[in-house]
Structures are given as C-alpha cells and as structure tokens.
C-alpha cells in the first residue's frame, strides 16, 4: 500500500491564482482530512469528508473548497490564492471518524507559497 | 474548547537515556489519543493510539498511557537513540467530526 499520497510536494503561486492540491489514499478508508500546519499555530482542520458525496468544513475552511467524488481521492482547491495560505498541507485518512480503532495517517504534505 | 499542552516544548538528551514527554489536553470527553512523530520537512508518522478506553499502549521502546480524569498522557521513550531525534506531537480525537486537536509539539534532540 502507498497510503496517503499528496502531490505536488512543493508549489509556488501568484496572489489570485487558483490550484488543487490532490490527495489520495488506497486504504479504502471513509475519513479523509484536510489540515494546515503553520510556525505557533500548530495543525488546524481546514475541511473533511466522511466518505464519498460527503463534505463538511473545520476549523478555517475560507478560501477553500474540496470534494469526495470517490473514496481514494481528496482533492483541496484554493480559488483565489493569498499569501495568509502560504503554509504547510497535509492530507490524513482514517478508516472511519467515529470512536471505533480511527487511527489518522498522514500524508507527505504540500509547501505551498503564495507571494 | 479543547486546548492541547505539550511541554517542554524542546529537550535535549544523551544517547541511552530514558525520557518522558508530556501531553495535557482541558476536556476529557475525547474518544481517543494519538501521538506522532515529524521529522524536518516531513509528514506525521503515527506512533501510538489510545482508545479513550485503555491506560496505555506499547510499541517497541515507546509506551503512551492515558490518564483521562487527570487530562494527561505520557509517552516514553526508553534507551533513546539519535535516530529518535525528531518533533513529536499529540493529539487528541473527540467530537462527531473526526477532528484531532494537536499540541505545539517537543522537539527531542538526542546527542551522540
């Protein structure tokens, strides 16, 4: 299994300029996750899904938007990007989010800067 | 709100030792526990989970316990070696979402 994947591992955008951020997992797991990590703020929740047709926001989901078409793939969209996103993305996936064995695996993460 | 402490938030260490690092979450309705370790410019690799019903789990030279009603966890690592080097963070599951709630994380530097 290759787990969580996330392309591209690093990226650099334009203020205003769009792009998905593609995650995928081959775990048949119905949890996946959106989270961002930035230097004093630690990780926070920006979107997740609990299986496929599935979405809901987290703790900073504006200026982001996502879908679960299929349960492999998460893809996050930034629509119009600035630099408040420049940040560290990471994808995580667990079998389910309920209080059964939900243990989270993370993906490698995307740099993305926006200047 | 749920609010996640870990301290110190950096420690320095000779190889061989043993060592605890420390995890304090303020609500102790959570479901679970999860600690991680994140190597520089990596992702999180999961170490240990607690279901909110156990006292502690294992995993070769790493042990976490879990003590809900205090709103503390441990782990510990034994006989630590400069390839443990790393920043390792907790987090703690609860709510309906799926959400883990993550600590700032201690950097553990371990000398040769």
């Known amino acids: 299994n290759a787990g969580v994947t996330q392309t591209p591992k690093f990226q650099v955008l334009k203020t205003g300029q769009s792009m998905t951020l593609q995650c995928a997992q081959d775990m048949n797991h119905e949890y996946m996750s959106w989270y961002r990590q930035d230097p004093g703020m630690g990780l926070r929740l920006i979107h997740y899904s609990v299986g496929a047709g599935i979405t809901d926001q987290g703790e900073v989901p504006n200026g982001y938007n996502v879908s679960r078409s299929t349960t492999e793939d998460f893809p996050l969209r930034l629509l119009s990007a600035a630099p408040s996103q420049t940040s560290v993305y990471f994808c995580a996936s667990s079998r389910t989010s309920g209080r059964g064995n939900n243990e989270q695996f993370f993906g490698p993460g995307t740099r993305l800067t926006v200047l | 709100k749920q609010e996640v402490t870990q301290i110190p938030a950096a420690l320095s260490v000779p190889e061989g030792e043993n060592l605890v690092l420390n995890c304090s979450f303020t609500?102790?309705?959570?479901?679970?526990l999860q600690w991680f370790r994140q190597d520089p410019g990596k992702g999180l690799t999961s170490l240990l989970l607690?279901?909110?019903?156990?006292r502690e789990q294992t995993s070769g030279r790493l042990n976490a316990s879990l003590d809900k009603s205090s709103g503390r966890s441990t782990l510990y690592i034994a006989a630590s070696q400069p390839g443990d080097s790393a920043t390792y963070l907790c987090?703690?599951?609860?709510?309906?979402?799926?959400?883990?709630?993550f600590g700032q994380g201690t950097t553990l530097q371990v000398k040769p």
């Open positions: 987090a703690v599951g609860s709510g309906n979402t799926g959400k883990l709630i």
């Open positions: 609500d102790s309705a959570i479901y679970n």
């Open positions: 607690i279901q909110s019903s156990q």
